[in-house]
């Protein structure tokens, strides 16, 4: 069975967001891009515990031999359906409709959103949309 990834914490989601982004960044560049002041060595701190945890590899740096360059080693898609099964896991006790009910109810979704949503559950079921019946 395939071991699955550890949860991200908020700060290496907002460091992950920018190496799928930037597909490369150095310490400096991920200072730059993150939204809240992070000093240099606690970036690279976060970088060095996301190659730890496996999502990031680093290399140096084809103009600046004194640094590195980080790459994100997985892909967003894997890491969401990953900490969303954690989620539903942890919070919703295995019950995935749970929190699709919720996210329906609390959240602002567009009709477009919503139609979107319901063309995707008529394709898991197997059954056209009244979008594809026309």
Same mark, same amino acid.
């Given at each position: 069975? !395939?071991?699955? *990834?550890?949860i991200l914490t908020p700060a290496e989601s907002e460091v992950m967001q920018i190496l799928w982004s930037?597909?490369?960044?150095?310490? &400096?560049?991920?200072?730059?891009?993150?939204?809240?002041?992070?000093?240099?060595?606690?970036?690279?701190?976060? *970088?060095?515990?996301?190659?730890?945890? #496996?999502?990031?590899? &680093?290399?140096? &740096?084809?103009?600046?031999?004194?640094?590195?360059?980080?790459?994100?080693?997985? +892909?967003? #898609? +894997?890491?969401?359906?990953? &900490?969303?099964?954690? *989620?539903?896991?942890?919070?919703?006790?295995?019950?995935?409709?749970?929190?699709?009910? #919720?996210?329906?109810?609390?959240?602002?979704?567009?009709?477009?959103e919503l139609e979107a949503l319901r063309a995707q559950i008529d394709r898991?079921?197997?059954?056209?949309? !009244?979008?594809?019946?026309?």
């Amino acid at each position: 069975m !395939k071991k699955s *990834l550890p949860i991200l914490t908020p700060a290496e989601s907002e460091v992950m967001q920018i190496l799928w982004s930037r597909q490369a960044a150095s310490v &400096h560049d991920v200072v730059g891009a993150l939204l809240r002041p992070v000093a240099y060595n606690t970036a690279l701190t976060i *970088l060095r515990v996301l190659e730890q945890k #496996g999502y990031v590899t &680093h290399e140096p &740096h084809p103009e600046n031999a004194r640094s590195y360059l980080y790459r994100a080693t997985i +892909p967003p #898609g +894997p890491v969401r359906v990953n &900490h969303t099964r954690d *989620l539903v896991e942890r919070l919703f006790e295995g019950k995935a409709d749970e929190l699709v009910s #919720g996210l329906i109810e609390s959240e602002r979704l567009s009709r477009g959103e919503l139609e979107a949503l319901r063309a995707q559950i008529d394709r898991k079921l197997g059954t056209p949309s !009244k979008k594809d019946s026309k």
